[in-house]
């Protein structure tokens, strides 16, 4: 089976930060991966799709990029909405997700 | 803009059968794949299963031997049913549409807002 994993597992910024999260996988999933946000008592929202295509209505300052193994996904002005815990996805087969990485501001 | 909601009993308890629906609102359930997705307490996320509205379905293999999932298109509506629950099954359920192109493979959107299920006596 394919894992996934995320780092780092936390992060705090300020708002105005340029914030980068990474995503490994533990073999070649090409470019199947995507990345959603989640607000606490709320539920993931899809940002990133196919490793680099924005979800319609998600903020341009959210981006993905990668393929193979490694990923990442950046927010390029971080904003006081952002706080939330971010997961990528292999996005075939098991559908695995990563752990998450939480963003305080 | 289509909406889906989960609906079903949140206490079930050990060795029973966890039922739960998600109703599809603003569009057809006769395209598209639909699946769930379940996150205990304060942890991650775990896919379920998912299945297309002919009714051909597939799971995940941790979970095969105690999951179903159907669909009745009459009713704009898809179901779970887990068996042989265990405390370990307690959760939040998330249904979603399961969205797919070659070039991308599969994403979720939109989810349902989610349903606690606590598997206790």
């Known amino acids: 089976d394919i894992q996934m994993t995320q780092s780092p597992s936390s992060l705090s910024a300020s708002v105005g930060d340029r914030v980068t999260i990474t995503c490994r996988a533990s073999?070649?999933?090409?470019?199947?991966l995507n990345w959603y946000q989640q607000k606490p008592g709320k539920a993931p929202k899809l940002l990133i799709y196919?490793?680099?295509s924005l979800q319609s209505g998600v903020p341009s300052r959210f981006s993905g990029t990668g393929s193979g193994t490694d990923f990442t996904l950046s927010i390029s002005s971080l904003q006081p909405e952002d706080l939330a815990t971010y997961y990528c996805?292999?996005?075939?087969?098991?559908?695995?997700f990563g752990p998450g990485t939480k963003v305080d501001l | 803009q289509m909406q889906l909601q989960e609906s079903g009993p949140g206490l079930v308890k050990p060795s029973e059968t966890l039922s739960l629906a998600c109703t599809v609102s603003?569009?057809?359930?006769?395209?598209?794949?639909w699946g769930w997705i379940r996150q205990p307490p304060g942890r991650g996320l775990e896919w379920i299963g998912y299945?297309?509205?002919?009714?051909?379905?597939n799971y995940s293999p941790s979970l095969k031997s105690r999951v179903t999932i159907s669909v009745d298109t009459s009713k704009n509506q898809f179901f779970l049913k887990l068996s042989s629950v265990t405390a370990a099954d307690t959760a939040i359920y998330y249904c979603?549409?399961?969205?797919?192109?070659?070039?991308?493979?599969?994403?979720?959107?939109?989810w349902g807002q989610g349903t606690l299920v606590t598997v206790s006596s």
């Open positions: 603003g569009g057809s359930i006769n395209t598209y794949y």
């Open positions: 996805q292999w996005s075939d087969s098991s559908f695995t």
């Open positions: 979603a549409r399961y969205n797919y192109d070659v070039l991308s493979g599969w994403w979720f959107d939109p």
């Open positions: 073999q070649s999933i090409g470019t199947y």
């Open positions: 196919g490793t680099s």
């Open positions: 299945i297309y509205y002919t009714g051909s379905a």
